[in-house]
């Protein structure tokens, strides 16, 4: 079976309109900039070998991306325990986006994405739950509990 390619035109299109918060989304999740660029790029790739089979390539490429990056997390997760060794991330100067940084940091990989698609890119919770791959209800609990623990780290 030979997949469909996608038309140059609407790859370029969706390209130029989901790279940017894709990569972000990548970022607040794994907390580096290059791993979050190399996770897009593979998830475009992929996406461009799916072929037109894909029918909402937004949604797919945010799920993929979430999926990625918890995969991701997880090996450095388990690098640094076989290692013994914490990687020192850069962190900014100014003192409240660094305690907000921390805070999404104490998160898991799954909470840091809902809380990303829904304060950052303004998703609603019924696209989340898409790009989750889960319920409304659990998108909810997620939400809940990752503001309920950033409060309390960060005492407000």
């Known amino acids: ?14 390209y130029s309109q989901e790279y940017t918060g894709l990569v ?12 979050a660029e190399d996770v897009v790029q ?17 949604a797919y490429l945010r799920r993929a991306v979430i999926s990625r990056c918890t995969s991701w997390v997880r090996r450095r997760v388990l690098e640094r325990r076989h290692a013994g060794v914490f990687a020192d991330g850069h962190e900014p100067a100014y003192a ?5 940084r921390a805070a999404l940091r104490r998160l898991r990989p799954r909470q840091r994405a809902a809380v990303f698609l829904r304060y950052y890119l303004d998703l609603p919770e019924s696209e989340i739950a898409e790009a989750l791959g889960c319920r409304l ?10 503001l309920a623990t ?6 407000e």
């Open 96 to 100: 409240d986006v660094t305690a907000v």
């Open 1 to 14: 079976m030979q997949a469909t390619l996608i038309e140059p035109a609407a790859f370029d299109s969706v």
């Open 24 to 35: 972000r989304l990548a970022y607040m999740t794994t907390g580096n900039v290059g791993a």
């Open 137 to 146: 209800g659990t998108v909810k609990s997620l939400l809940h509990r990752s």
């Open 150 to 155: 950033m409060k309390e780290f960060l005492g």
């Open 42 to 58: 593979e998830v475009f790739a992929a996406w461009y070998r799916q072929g037109a089979h894909v029918q909402q390539p937004a």
